[in-house]
């Protein structure tokens, strides 16, 4: 028995530093509007979807920094988004900044949500893998500094929805096969993941010709090895003077890519995406149960940076 | 500082049941001798490469069964590989049934051995993820009965030989993405891989049309998420009327692929590998002590099956 989603993979191109809240958001209801004019009752937003990818700046006036986050989700310029979705029917996948307040504490997270068709949040994501740097490195064309400006958030979640199992995660964790590993064991149909990536990365410039070919590797390769559709959603194009991939697309069971976009701008691929699909994948050649080796992966979790064998014989 | 090592995969193609030891080693000869005719200091032979792929067939007659193991390594038919090899100045890769006598007991592996340039063994592993099925299936077309011809290994070494971090894995091993992982947090910097692998997947035909692709994406992505040099050699072509793979192929710390088979049969791809490459990955976007997070890995070691969260709601 087939369970489809329609899903629309809800590219946006760069948003500046000077563009609203208010224009942004507009950019995104276009998007929710067109998606439901197809048929679509998802639509998958990019990470930080609602500003420019201000990490990449070195900021040190705290009311300039949190500008860039939202105290309430929804709050009074998204409030819109979820009037809109309830309205439509059509539910979606958003990635913030978000500031919450806890015990007291200001606490800083890089956050996707899970908003279903009736435009009620379903469930909450912070990232788990913040890349970059927590310290100001000028000699960069352009800072990375998620690790400063995030807390990371303390694992992956799964829930019931959209007729399956769908889970979240954001940008980095894509490269990680933990991350679609830690979802798989917990029955992941589709994985949600909204992404910000340079063309460049300062650190090792050397590779910033392949950033399209890993971008699609690790999805597809986290999609097939968990048997579970990947929807990779990026913000594109020149942001700020900053080059950022693109390359959003939605991803089979099978590791196939079966929609994807050709522009750096805002742009729908578009999907009918059977969940059934899963099945044949978990059940055979991914079948965890009869198949892995947990007694074997205990490095994994006991060890975090790589050692080697020094006392073996060189 | 460059520090190469170059590199014969070595494929080969069908090995007949009537095929003699004698003959089959003839064929690992033949590439020993030309790996280093072509500069080669390691030659990586497939899964299982002194018989044809055994576990096809249910067998009754443990004579039968035991004709396709080796007793000891070097044996009577095999120690010339050594011997060829030391005087080359030529190690390699081979995979193999074992049959080893364990406190008085019989206890049956799927096995490959480093052995160094000086035709001496540097290390063994026993495959850890052992596919296909323990009882008689007589619906297939072919049997796959890894397990129960074999017991499964420990875990995965690396080991300090060839001037850098050698690891070792076996066929299905690579689509499982610990097995890079468990590998890459003790720094390999080379993995090994043989296999052997039919076009035809009887509980899953649905997937044969993909199974190449499925081949190189991970170890594409087995390589790249680790920095590491990943070298898969498959026994290709049509054996006992059962049609495999082939797609040898070295792959780069990109995760690109620098030297491939076109064939299904005996077939060398070369490439100089500079284990020096590893580098730029392991420290930058793989620096996995600055970036993992092995405490929202904890399902992975706690839990073998996958779990739905049926304690949500619907």
Same mark, same amino acid.
């Given at each position: 028995?087939?369970?489809?989603?329609?899903?629309?993979?809800?590219?946006?191109?760069?948003?500046?530093?000077?563009?609203?809240?208010?224009?942004?958001?507009?950019?995104?209801?276009?998007?929710?509007?067109? /998606?439901?004019?197809?048929?679509?009752?998802?639509?998958?937003?990019? !990470? +930080? @979807? *609602?500003?420019?990818?201000?990490? %990449?700046? #070195?900021?040190?006036?705290?009311?300039?920094?949190?500008?860039?986050?939202?105290?309430?989700?929804?709050?009074?310029?998204?409030?819109?988004?979820?009037?809109?979705? /309830?309205?439509?029917?059509?539910?979606?996948?958003?990635?913030?900044? !978000? +500031? @919450? *307040?806890?015990?007291?504490?200001? %606490?800083? #997270?890089?956050?996707?949500?899970?908003?279903?068709?009736?435009?009620?949040?379903?469930?909450?994501?912070?990232?788990?893998?913040?890349?970059?740097?927590?310290?100001?490195?000028?000699?960069?064309?352009?800072?990375?500094?998620?690790?400063?400006?995030?807390?990371?958030?303390?694992?992956?979640?799964?829930?019931?929805?959209?007729?399956?199992?769908?889970?979240?995660?954001?940008?980095?964790?894509?490269?990680?096969?933990?991350?679609?590993?830690?979802?798989?064991?917990?029955?992941?149909?589709?994985?949600?993941?909204?992404?910000?990536?340079?063309?460049?990365?300062?650190?090792?410039?050397?590779?910033?010709?392949?950033?399209?070919?890993?971008?699609?590797?690790?999805?597809?390769?986290?999609?097939?090895?968990?048997?579970?559709?990947?929807?990779?959603?990026?913000?594109?194009?020149?942001?700020?003077?900053?080059?950022?991939?693109?390359?959003?697309?939605?991803?089979?069971?099978?590791?196939?890519?079966?929609?994807?976009?050709?522009?750096?701008?805002?742009?729908?691929?578009?999907?009918?995406?059977?969940?059934?699909?899963?099945?044949?994948?978990?059940?055979?050649?991914?079948?965890?149960?009869?198949?892995?080796?947990?007694?074997?992966?205990?490095?994994?979790?006991?060890?975090?940076?790589?050692?080697?064998?020094?006392?073996?014989?060189?």
């Amino acid at each position: 028995m087939p369970r489809f989603i329609n899903v629309a993979a809800a590219q946006l191109g760069p948003i500046q530093r000077a563009d609203s809240r208010r224009d942004v958001v507009e950019r995104l209801l276009a998007h929710l509007h067109q /998606a439901h004019a197809m048929g679509c009752q998802l639509v998958v937003f990019p !990470e +930080l @979807a *609602l500003t420019t990818f201000f990490p %990449r700046w #070195y900021l040190e006036d705290p009311a300039e920094l949190d500008a860039f986050y939202e105290r309430e989700m929804p709050g009074a310029e998204t409030r819109v988004l979820f009037e809109t979705a /309830a309205r439509l029917g059509v539910g979606f996948y958003l990635g913030y900044a !978000e +500031l @919450a *307040l806890e015990q007291g504490a200001a %606490r800083r #997270y890089n956050t996707s949500i899970l908003v279903g068709q009736d435009g009620a949040i379903i469930g909450k994501y912070r990232k788990v893998h913040l890349p970059g740097h927590a310290e100001h490195e000028p000699w960069r064309d352009f800072q990375h500094l998620e690790k400063r400006y995030f807390e990371p958030g303390p694992g992956f979640d799964v829930w019931r929805a959209y007729g399956g199992v769908i889970g979240m995660a954001l940008c980095n964790d894509r490269r990680w096969s933990e991350t679609y590993r830690v979802m798989g064991l917990q029955g992941a149909e589709m994985i949600l993941l909204g992404y910000n990536t340079p063309v460049h990365n300062p650190p090792a410039p050397e590779h910033d010709d392949l950033s399209m070919f890993h971008n699609h590797l690790v999805m597809q390769a986290g999609a097939y090895q968990n048997g579970t559709w990947v929807v990779g959603v990026a913000k594109g194009g020149k942001e700020e003077g900053c080059e950022m991939i693109g390359g959003t697309c939605i991803i089979a069971p099978s590791g196939e890519i079966v929609a994807a976009c050709s522009t750096k701008g805002d742009e729908l691929a578009i999907a009918r995406c059977d969940l059934d699909l899963c099945h044949s994948y978990k059940t055979t050649t991914f079948n965890f149960d009869r198949h892995r080796r947990p007694d074997a992966y205990g490095l994994i979790t006991s060890r975090r940076g790589a050692i080697e064998p020094e006392h073996l014989a060189a």
